[in-house]
């Protein structure tokens, strides 16, 4: 079965450092990665996603993800946290049962809640 | 470019009555999905509709859930009757066919069931 795991229900960084938000992740085929940011009552926006290529991924608002293969993981990081940057964050996968892989839903984390303190 | 818009954003019904939610996706985006997100846990798949046609509706509760996208655009989402358990929010996304495109997401509609 495909499946994304946080390990973390939540992390807490202090503004100004390096933050990362850990996934891993179990699928049967090539991943196509994604990580979301949700602030309190809103939808979920797209930060970055991973389908061939480079590692190291860079998305908005200064976030990257790095893909390791070897270790089925997807974490995200950014080097200087805001407090801005509070917020739930969710990894997801494709599912890859329908369409040869690349048009399926997406396969959603628990989320981690990052706390970015001044 | 406008987003996926959602309606209603809040929604309180008593259990055993229904409610229907619409979603209006991205213009041009053929794929659209409805997840159900229940406090504390990600997103769920209920339905995925390819243009009109259903492609996953493998985690829709079928006897109380139904969906329907008329021509491909708009969505309708149906709870009938709802349990209390349905509550949570009903978020509305939507893509472009192309490689492992990303969804973009409607603000959801949070459902309360009493």
């Known amino acids: 079965a495909q499946s994304v795991a946080q390990p973390e229900d939540q992390v807490n960084v202090a503004e100004g450092n390096p933050l990362t938000v850990k996934c891993t992740y179990s699928?049967?085929?090539?991943?196509?990665l994604f990580w979301y940011v949700q602030y309190p009552n809103r939808g979920l926006q797209f930060l970055l996603k991973?389908?061939?290529?480079?590692?190291l991924v860079k998305g908005s608002y200064g976030f990257e993800a790095e893909f390791n293969k070897s270790q089925t993981s997807f974490h995200l990081k950014k080097p200087s946290a805001l407090v801005s940057d509070s917020a739930l964050y969710f990894c997801?996968?494709?599912?890859?049962?329908?369409?040869?892989?690349?048009?399926?839903?997406?396969?959603f984390g628990k989320g981690t809640k990052l706390s970015v303190k001044p | 470019e406008a987003g996926v818009a959602q309606s209603p954003r809040y929604k309180i019904i008593e259990k055993r009555q229904s409610v229907a939610f619409w979603c209006n996706p991205i213009s041009g985006h053929a794929t659209l999905y409805w997840y159900q997100q229940i406090l504390g846990q990600g997103p769920k798949l209920l339905i995925q509709?390819?243009?009109?046609?259903?492609?996953?509706d493998s985690q829709l509760p079928k006897d109380r859930f139904s969906a329907e996208r008329l021509k491909g655009v708009d969505s309708t989402l149906k709870i009938q009757p709802a349990k209390l358990e349905d509550s949570a929010v009903y978020l509305c996304?939507?893509?472009?066919?192309?490689?492992?495109?990303?969804?973009?997401f409607g603000q959801g509609t949070r459902l309360t069931v009493v």
């Open positions: 991973y389908i061939t290529g480079d590692n």
């Open positions: 509709f390819q243009n009109n046609g259903v492609v996953d």
């Open positions: 699928v049967s085929g090539n991943p196509y």
């Open positions: 996304a939507s893509s472009f066919r192309g490689p492992s495109p990303e969804a973009f």
């Open positions: 997801a996968v494709r599912d890859q049962r329908n369409y040869g892989g690349s048009q399926g839903n997406l396969i």
